[in-house]
């Protein structure tokens, strides 16, 4: 029966470290040798992990479409929108990200490479990094 508890505070520990990592350095540099394209984005968590999640998920794509054709249309903008309220106050808001691609290619073989959870300047981001396969 001891063990039971040992074992969650043992996963708990290596759950709090992954969460707590230092910026990646493919932030920074985003250039992966097997992918023709490839593009990294940390969005800063403001509520859920799956928003930030989304948000750096449709950056990438953005980017990734834009590098693959000059007469690219894209947008971007920022929505904050107050979801729920109660008498004068808000229970919750939601952030919303939308981005418009416009481009004659399909990101068919878009891949994950590497995304997490990260702490950069005492601020917790899901960093997403991902490309494209070279014969797309």
Partial sequence: MNKIPLLAGIALTLFSLICRAERPAWVDDSDHPSYQHSQSYCAPITNQVYDAKLIAGA??????AQALDSHI???SSL???STESEADDI????????IEVKSSHTLSGFTVINQGVYSIEGRRYFCLWAGIAPDV
Avoid at 91 to 98: N, T
């Fill in 91 to 98: 229970v919750s808001e939601q952030l919303i990200e939308q």
């Fill in 73 to 75: 249309t894209a947008t």
């Fill in 59 to 64: 950056k990438v794509r953005g980017a990734i």
């Fill in 79 to 81: 929505v904050k929108r």
